[in-house]
C-alpha cells in the first residue's frame, strides 16, 4: 500500500494550494480518506475526512477542523484513487507538513496507512 501526497509549496498569505493524494495498493472506495497537518514544533492534528463509499447513509461526507472550515474543501475521485484538500485564503498558521491518512470503513485494525508528507509554506 502506498500514498504518495503532492502538491504542497510556497505560497503568500491570501494564496490557494491544492494538495493531492493517490492510493495505490488498496480497495480505495471503501477506505474513510484524512488530511492530517503537523506545524512545526507541534503535535500532528487533523485537517478533514471523507467518509468511503462503505458508509451509505453517510456516503461522501465532508468533516473539517474548525480552524479550516469556509477555507478548506476536501474532496475524492474514486476513479482516480485520489483525494484533493483545496486549501483557499491561506494563513501563516497554516503552515505545516501535510499527511494524507486512509482508514478501513470497516475500522483500523482492518488498515490504516499514511502517506509521507507534503511540506506547506505560508509566508510572505
Known amino acids: 500500500v502506498q500514498l504518495v501526497e503532492s502538491g504542497g509549496g510556497l505560497v503568500q498569505p491570501g494564496g490557494s494550494l491544492r494538495l493531492s493524494c493517490t492510493a495505490s495498493g488498496l480497495p480505495f472506495s471503501s477506505y474513510h480518506m484524512n488530511w492530517y497537518r503537523q506545524p512545526p514544533g507541534k503535535e500532528r492534528e487533523w485537517v478533514a475526512g471523507?467518509?468511503?463509499?462503505?458508509?451509505?447513509?453517510?456516503?461522501?461526507?465532508?468533516i473539517y477542523a474548525d480552524f479550516v472550515k469556509g477555507r478548506f474543501t476536501i474532496s475524492r475521485d474514486n476513479a482516480k484513487k485520489t483525494v484533493y484538500l483545496q486549501m483557499n485564503n491561506l494563513k501563516p498558521e497554516d503552515t505545516a507538513v501535510y499527511y494524507c491518512?486512509?482508514?478501513?470503513?470497516?475500522?483500523?485494525?482492518?488498515?490504516?496507512?499514511w502517506g509521507q508528507g507534503t511540506q506547506v509554506t505560508v509566508s510572505s
Open positions: 491518512y486512509a482508514v478501513n470503513g470497516l475500522g483500523s485494525s482492518h488498515g490504516k496507512y
Open positions: 471523507i467518509i468511503s463509499a462503505g458508509e451509505i447513509s453517510a456516503v461522501g461526507t465532508l
